[in-house]
T-cell receptor, first 112, second 115 residues
């Protein structure tokens, strides 16, 4: 059964590093892990994608352990504008089918 | 601007009406998706099309009827909806369904209210 789990909410002060973890025990062998950011009444926006180890871009880092059963999105020095909902997206294979599954989202609140 | 457009942006309809939502992508992608997002709830995947063929239907009621005439256009036909169907309907596209090219680009959504 495909299941992607992430914390419902997190609070952080401005300037701190925030780490959001997603667990995905049955991830498909060849699939990537993708993270999205969503502001109210807007469509989600791509943040970062990775397959294993560590990926870094101008806005975030993504850490993926060797077993790939989880991933951690790291946002360095968050600001008020980072207040949003963050989703992980993972693909699952099983019983001859393939399913893309979004996590339920982590609502990040950045406090001044 | 993500390259995915949706019309209309807002729609109010009665339970006996028939309406359609339109999505168009200008990215040359092969996969297109419909999502439902109710107030303060996570994304719910409704339908997936890959190369114009439907590959996923996540137990969506038949009052929602998707149509994908080509890889650039996706429609969601609505009829005899219920008030609980009021939500933000999001369309997305990606180059492929899986692998490194499965990054989804989302449209701005259609805010649907069913009276």
């Amino acid at each position: 059964l495909a299941k992607t789990t992430q914390p419902i909410s997190m609070d952080s002060y401005e300037g701190q590093e925030v780490n959001i973890t997603c667990s995905h025990n049955n991830i498909a062998t060849n699939d990537y892990i993708t993270w999205y950011q969503q502001f109210p009444s807007q469509g989600p926006r791509f943040i970062i994608q990775g397959y294993k180890t560590k990926v870094t871009n101008e806005v975030a880092s993504l850490f993926i352990p060797a077993d790939r059963k989880s991933s951690t999105l790291s946002l360095p020095r968050v600001s008020l504008s980072d207040t949003a909902v963050y989703y992980c997206l993972v693909g699952y294979s099983g019983a001859g089918s393939y399913q893309l599954t979004f996590g339920k989202g982590t609502k990040l609140s950045v406090i001044p | 601007e993500t390259g995915v457009t949706q019309t209309p942006r807002h729609l109010v309809m009665g339970m006996t009406n028939k309406k359609s939502l339109k999505c168009e992508q200008h990215l040359g992608h092969n996969a297109m998706y419909w999502y439902k997002q109710s107030a303060k709830k996570p994304l719910e995947l409704m339908f997936v099309y890959n190369f114009k063929e439907q590959t996923e239907n996540n137990s969506v009621p038949s009052r929602f009827s998707p149509e994908c005439p080509n890889s650039s256009h996706l429609f969601l036909h609505l009829h005899t909806l219920q008030p609980e169907d009021s939500a933000l309907y999001l369309c997305a596209s990606s180059q492929d369904r899986r692998g490194i090219y499965n990054e989804q680009f989302f449209g701005p959504g259609t805010r649907l209210t069913v009276l």
